[in-house]
């Protein structure tokens, strides 16, 4: 055996150094015997090849000397058109190689005879047959190709032939026969053009049949927290196939990155307290005109306060760049915008013997601060704080949120404190902001209601936030209010300021409650210069007292409208002295009604409505407040 082991390690290195099979491997069987091997696998040729080998091994571990076999080997007929030619691996011993092919049938039947005229020769372990597999017309479209095999389909005995002459056993040993299709392999980053990577893109490997075909997809992947994906080893020929990588950019959605400091930061550039540079202008360009204008500050406000849900000018989401076109961009004085658009729906050619890496850009119109695409991540409102010490059930806490960044940035919170039920059964929300030192020069939050234990009646502006440019919006039992400084950050929220009130009445006493009346969503924040912060959740605590009914209304009741005149917002606020029925419509001077902005009953407070009039056409209008003793009326200008 000691021989057999140095004979078979000397044949093999003989191949190599006579080109021989330099790509054939041979499985070892590990029981004695004579044999012929198929190999686990075989890589299938390119459809520019036109054919595909599979090489065969002998093997014999018996003190048998073997002089000569016969077998038959089939393949999949469908794939292969026939066999060019069955040729010997290892010519270093005299020999006559006989086949024969049977296409319809799919097989070859291979013979091989040692013709020396050595007594003592034995024909050596290693590789020894190379089929030619020619290619059937449309190889390249194939989805699977049958493994090769022994089978029994066509039976054939397998025979080898000692040195004296006698039959002995060939055992025909398939260690798998698979023919593996060619592969590729493709990598490449997405980046921010702020620099970071942009995480959580769809990036779809495409194909195409050459010369002529329609482009199907292969897989996709999301790009990881550095923007990167990577197709490794995917099943395509690319002398066969056309590949491209594709993103479609028109149906993507951005995440959590465009809030109400990228509309202050818009404005910032407008009024040119800022000065943009580079890729500052396709940031703050919603509505794709190729300028900065008041119209992108105001697009920007209305996009996230949700007056409309996609940019003007049918602007998308999303935009990409090649290295070349950043390069020319980046940091510029220049405005690029009505020269180098960029691209929504991206794709890249890849073709062969070209890098495999490549490197490409992302930007997200609207994002002025540079928050980069899915950067932001908001912990799901489902995820409860930890109740306060004395609190029994978590029902009576506020369930709040984590907005978190993947960069490094300030943390404060927005504090929804402990609160209580006052007269009447009103219950105000303040919603005040704890900084740590730093200075908000923008805001947003959401705010759900359990609108079986909560009735929203109304907003109070602060005076921190009373000059601010904001918005309210109130569906679906959800209240959302933004806003930000248009005085040149002159007004900041500063730590421990109270940005609005929410004004709720109860409508079950606390010992009826299943559920948190209140959680909030939507929250996001940006500091003086415009940059986001992270929020950290906090408690609040909703206690209910009292559930008592009944009263009068006003007496002297108090209404303003601001801004008054208007072309578009404006904000009712008014008193009530006492719980009871209170309607308010705007009308017109012949009394026509328009909107109702109220009519319901209402505890002791004071409210305040933000009405949108810009459907109205110009003229005077009456703002008026009403109960059963009583009315109030005030001019309202629409301009």
Request: aromatic share 10%; hydrophobic share 35%.
């Amino acid at each position: 055996m000691l021989m057999k082991k140095i004979l078979l390690t000397l044949t093999f290195s003989l191949l190599t150094i006579f080109g021989f099979g330099q790509t054939t491997t041979c499985p070892i069987p590990s029981t004695a015997g004579v044999y012929i091997n198929l190999d686990t696998s075989y890589l299938a040729g390119t459809v520019a090849q036109g054919f595909t080998n599979v090489d065969l091994c002998f093997y014999n571990n018996t003190s048998t000397k073997i002089t000569a076999f016969q077998f038959r080997v089939l393949y999949d007929n469908s794939a292969f058109s026939g066999i060019d030619t069955i040729t010997s691996l290892n010519t270093s011993f005299a020999q006559n190689l006989k086949y024969s092919v049977s296409q319809a049938s799919g097989y070859a039947t291979v013979t091989m005879t040692y013709t020396g005229s050595l007594s003592t020769f034995e024909i050596p372990s290693g590789p020894i047959i190379r089929l030619k597999l020619h290619h059937v017309t449309g190889f390249a479209s194939l989805t699977s190709i049958a493994n090769m095999t022994f089978g029994t389909v066509s039976t054939y005995p397998a025979i080898a032939a000692k040195q004296d002459g006698t039959d002995n056993t060939l055992t025909l040993q398939n260690y798998g026969g698979v023919i593996a299709p060619q592969t590729m392999s493709f990598k490449g980053t997405f980046t921010n053009v702020t620099g970071t990577g942009a995480k959580n893109l769809t990036v779809a490997l495409e194909k195409k049949l050459k010369p002529s075909g329609s482009w199907v997809q292969v897989t996709s992947q999301l790009t990881n927290l550095q923007g990167k994906f990577n197709f490794t080893n995917v099943a395509i020929d690319t002398t066969g196939y056309f590949v491209r990588i594709k993103v479609q950019g028109d149906t993507m959605g951005v995440g959590n990155v465009i809030s109400a400091a990228d509309a202050q930061k818009v404005q910032d550039y407008v009024l040119g307290t800022q000065t943009p540079t580079g890729f500052d202008f396709y940031h703050a360009d919603v509505n794709g005109d190729n300028n900065l204008t008041i119209s992108d500050a105001w697009g920007t406000f209305g996009r996230i306060s949700g007056r409309f849900t996609q940019w003007p000018n049918s602007v998308k989401d999303v935009k990409f760049f090649t290295v070349a076109q950043y390069n020319t961009i980046n940091n510029s004085s220049t405005n690029y915008t009505s020269t180098i658009a960029g691209n929504t729906n991206f794709t890249f050619d890849i073709i062969a013997g070209q890098p495999d890496s490549v490197t490409f850009y992302v930007l997200v119109p609207g994002d002025a601060n540079g928050t980069g695409y899915h950067m932001a991540r908001m912990t799901p409102i489902e995820v409860l704080i930890t109740p306060q010490p004395g609190i029994e059930h978590q029902i009576y806490n506020v369930i709040d949120t984590r907005v978190e960044y993947d960069f490094p940035t300030s943390s404060i919170e927005v504090n929804v404190p402990r609160i209580s039920v006052q007269e009447g059964n009103l219950v105000n929300v303040p919603v005040k902001v704890l900084t740590n030192g730093t200075e908000l020069g923008s805001l947003q939050f959401g705010l759900k209601y359990n609108d079986t234990l909560l009735e929203f009646k109304g907003v109070e502006t602060k005076s921190a936030t009373s000059s601010w440019v904001s918005y309210l919006n109130t569906n679906d039992n959800q209240i959302d209010w933004g806003g930000f400084d248009v005085n040149n950050h002159a007004k900041p929220l500063r730590d421990g300021d109270e940005a609005v009130t929410l004004q709720f009445t109860a409508k079950q006493p606390q010992s009826t409650w299943e559920t948190s009346p209140l959680w909030t969503t939507n929250k996001f924040a940006g500091n003086n210069q415009c940059k986001d912060l992270e929020i950290t959740p906090t408690n609040g605590i909703i206690q209910v007292y009292k559930m008592t009914m009944g009263g009068n209304l006003m007496g002297e009741d108090e209404m303003t409208v601001s801004p008054n005149p208007t072309d578009d917002f404006t904000t009712i606020t008014f008193k009530v002295k006492e719980y009871g029925h209170v309607k308010l419509v705007i009308k017109d001077l012949m009394g026509r009604e328009y909107n109702v902005i109220l009519d319901g009953s209402v505890p002791k407070g004071k409210y305040s409505y933000m009405v949108d009039l810009g459907q109205l056409s110009p003229g005077i209008y009456v703002a008026h407040l009403r109960n059963t003793n009583s009315s109030i009326y005030q001019k309202v200008v629409v301009e």
